[in-house]
Nanobody, 114 residues
Framework: QVQLVESGGGLVQAGGSLRLSCAASGRLFTIYAMRWYRQAPGEEREMVARITRDDTTNYADSVKGRFTISKNNPWNTIYLQMNNLKPEDTAIYYC????????WGQGTQVTVSS
């Protein structure tokens, strides 16, 4: 079992920055990869960024060059640094851990005003 708690969401103007955090606890040694997802109203949940145990990262095309995912070793906390935010980044952001199954946090709201 893995428990995840996100923090760091809020309201920001377009062009601003936020840093999301996801604190992980439990059977951390079972985690292979962690991801940030987001879900806007009326939209499907989409993956934003992914980081693996060996620090390999992947990003959605819509956030490349603006968002950076990172982690403290070994998996205590992962971060999502979001720069140059746009109104279309407005969504609930969820932390996900793949650890012989998928685990999810409760989500944190990010709102970007134009």
């Amino acid at each position: 079992q893995v428990q995840l708690v996100e923090s760091g969401g809020g309201l920001v103007q377009a062009g601003g920055s936020l840093r999301l955090s996801c604190a992980a606890s439990g059977r951390l040694f079972t985690i292979y990869a962690m991801r940030w997802y987001r879900q806007a109203p009326g939209e499907e949940r989409e993956m934003v960024a992914r980081i693996t145990r060996d620090d390999t990262t992947n990003y959605a095309d819509s956030v490349k060059g603006r968002f950076t995912i990172s982690k403290n070793n070994p998996w205590n906390t992962i971060y999502l640094q979001m720069n140059n935010l746009k109104p279309e980044d407005t969504a609930i952001y969820y932390c996900n851990a793949y650890a012989m199954g998928d685990y999810w946090g409760q989500g944190t709201q990010v709102t970007v005003s134009s």
